[in-house]
């Protein structure tokens, strides 16, 4: 255990170290991640605006307030190795990692984590400007305020461990850029980035109360905006832990059939 | 005429370079028609809401994902690559072989790389456009086609320039790929008129970034809401910029000394 929290704490330094060092990476990723949210924000308070109400339960003000935790929450939750599992597999760079005594993915979690520890403060001084300009309708409970934490963590895990195994996909075919696209596809929608689900048609809905995206993004965030019932509360810390445990069991099995079929491509 | 048969050649040999991987037309179909079905599954969803969105009624949105896509599919076409190569040319020295060539060197490193299987993306961009243009049937007249050409043009040259301009600033910073892939990252919010946007964002899509020029303007000739001053204003600004950046241009390469050995 002891050694798992060196290696951890090794990784974080080096990530910080690597990320200050490719600042515009950085930059890159903070303007997609700005960007997208405050597109779905005045797409849908233009809407809200134009019905003159509400949309399915949210008004001009109560979508602003939903983007700019959105923001928050996604900034928290994603992850980007899909893209990192395609180069490094391309490229063989992988083969030295599989090499170490320790399972890779705890690397990728410390990188991970790292580079939100410097791109936070800018994501956070970015909702507090949008705060300033759209006047969203926030009302905070104090209940709302004390689940938002572990909600927020067994969302980051569900949601790192899930694209993983996504992730493993590249150990089957070189050509991943469809399956990320599905995947895209299928955050983008039955998260509740595109909007909030309470907009989605009735189909759509019970699609993403099965799967796993929305208690990734959407449950966190109605959560911190007090739009869940105690009892919707509780379902969506199960549907999180539920999805946990089945993502680091299907994980492990996925892991060990797809090490068995590595090859790298690159030299 | 000769600009022509050389852009006709830098075609050809973009098309020979890649026949040879057949299969990578068919993952770029797949991976442009999910691109595409989600921007139309994304209005869809709006559109199940409201009858206009900023006054932008469905088949009007409809052209505009198809002028996104066109748009976006001659970027990635030839001035991306192209620019590109010419960041990576200044880094490493062989942009001296192109300055001696006898034909235009801006023209050259504006056509010399073409990635091909983004005409996948121009494709559907037609087709999507041909769809809204149906629905739209016969509230587009001559008059607003023409229009539709006219600013189409002016938004290619206006984000040529822009890209040039980005692109030569290599010759004084050498390090510039990143600036290129932001402008990829914000080319995304032209997906919606940005009309609908707040001012001050409005303007960095005008004017910072212009991806109003490229994709709102004509998809606003479409749907007959382009006023005729708005059209040479478009027209004027698109001459301004090709001027500049070729003043820029000239600037730039007087001031290479060719990087390597």
């Known amino acids: 255990m002891k050694g798992l929290a060196d290696l951890y704490l090794q990784q974080l330094k080096t990530g910080v170290a690597s990320i200050v060092q490719y600042r515009a990476t950085l930059v890159i990723w903070l303007i997609g991640n700005i960007l997208e949210p405050l597109i779905y924000l005045v797409v849908w308070s233009t809407v809200a605006r134009s019905t003159g109400g509400t949309v399915g339960g949210y008004g001009a003000g109560d979508f602003a307030a939903y983007y700019i935790v959105l923001m928050l929450v996604n900034q928290v939750t994603f992850t980007w190795v899909m893209y990192e599992f395609d180069y490094r597999i391309r490229e063989g760079t992988f083969s030295a990692d599989l090499l170490h005594p320790v399972h890779p993915i705890h690397a990728d979690i410390a990188e991970n984590l790292s580079s939100k520890a410097v791109s936070l403060p800018f994501i956070v001084v970015a909702a507090a400007g949008l705060a300033a300009i759209f006047h969203p309708a926030f009302k905070l409970s104090l209940l709302a305020a004390a689940a938002f934490v572990p909600a927020l963590v067994l969302a980051f895990l569900v949601r790192f461990l899930v694209d993983w195994m996504v992730a493993l996909a590249a150990f089957w075919t070189t050509r991943v850029t469809a399956i990320n696209q599905i995947h895209y596809m299928a955050v983008l929608f039955f998260s509740g980035q595109i909007a909030p689900l309470t907009v989605l048609p009735r189909p759509l809905q019970v699609v993403a109360n099965i799967l796993p995206f929305r208690w990734t993004i959407g449950f966190p965030v109605e959560l911190a905006l007090g739009r869940l019932t105690p009892i919707q509360v509780l379902t969506g810390f199960a549907a999180q832990a539920a999805w946990l445990l089945a993502a680091a069991l299907l994980l492990k099995l996925a892991w060990r059939v797809s090490v068995k079929r590595y090859s790298a491509v690159g030299a | ?261």
Do not use: C
């Open chain 2, 1 to 261: 005429m000769r600009f022509l048969r050389l852009l006709g050649v830098f075609l050809r040999v973009g098309v020979m370079g890649e026949a040879a991987y057949p299969a990578n037309f068919l993952a770029h179909l797949i991976d442009s028609a999910l691109e595409l079905g989600t921007a139309l599954a994304g209005l869809a969803l709006i559109f199940a809401h409201t009858a206009t969105l900023g006054g932008w009624r469905p088949e009007e949105l409809i052209a505009l994902v198809g002028v996104y896509f066109l748009v976006g599919g001659v970027i990635g076409l030839v001035i991306q690559p192209g620019m590109e190569q010419l960041t990576e040319s200044v880094r490493d020295g062989t942009l001296d072989f192109t300055l001696t060539k006898p034909a235009d060197a801006q023209f050259l490193v504006s056509v010399w790389r073409v990635e091909i299987w983004k005409m996948v993306d121009v494709g559907l961009g037609l087709v999507v456009l041909g769809i809204a243009l149906a629905r739209l049937g016969e509230r587009v007249g001559l008059a607003q086609a023409a229009a539709f050409v006219a600013a189409l043009v002016a938004g290619g040259v206006i984000v040529y320039s822009f890209w040039l301009i980005l692109a030569t600033t290599a010759f004084w910073l050498v390090r510039v790929e990143n600036v290129l892939v932001i402008f990829q990252s914000v080319y995304e919010a032209g997906r919606w008129p940005v009309s609908i946007y707040p001012g001050w964002l409005r303007f960095a899509l005008t004017f910072l970034v212009p991806v109003a020029f490229a994709i709102t303007v004509p998809a606003q000739a479409i749907a007959g809401r382009l006023t005729w001053p708005a059209l040479l204003g478009a027209a004027g600004f698109a001459a301004a910029l090709f001027a500049a950046a070729r003043l820029f241009w000239r600037i730039g390469v007087r001031h290479y000394s060719g990087a390597s050995s």
